[in-house]
């Protein structure tokens, strides 16, 4: 089992940069990991994936061009950098992993996931 703590959500301005880290209990070698959000009085969405290596990664259309996702399988830990934040990214921001063997596998679908972190909130301000 590995448990997954995420940090780094702040109250942040529109055009601003903010970067999330989610920390694992665990080895996460075998793991492709993800980032979604989930804002209020809306469904859960894919922000991003990323296999197991690093050596794909897959972003949601909201995202693509200002997110950029990575991990450190040394340290268990996986990154989301968000630049250019508008207010429409304000959501709580959930880090995830899915047990994916494929060295270019990545997991766009929440349901796949098999562990997911507490989640941290992100406000983006105009």
């Known amino acids: 089992q590995v448990m997954l703590a995420e940090s780094g959500g702040r109250l942040v301005q529109a055009g601003g940069s903010l970067s999330l880290s989610c920390a694992a209990s665990g080895s996460i070698n075998i793991y492709a990991m993800g980032w979604f959000r989930q804002a209020p009085g809306r469904e859960r969405e894919f922000v991003a994936s990323i296999s197991n290596n690093g050596a794909n990664t897959y972003y949601g259309d909201s995202v693509k061009g200002r997110f950029t996702i990575s991990r450190d399988n040394s340290k268990n830990t996986v990154s989301l950098q968000m630049n250019r934040l508008t207010p429409e990214d304000t959501a709580v921001y959930y880090c995830?992993?899915?047990?994916?063997?494929?060295?270019?596998?990545?997991?766009?679908?929440?349901?796949?996931?098999?562990?997911w972190g507490q989640g941290t909130q992100v406000t983006v301000s105009q």
């Open positions: 995830a992993a899915d047990r994916n063997l494929s060295p270019r596998g990545v997991t766009l679908v929440a349901d796949h996931y098999d562990y």
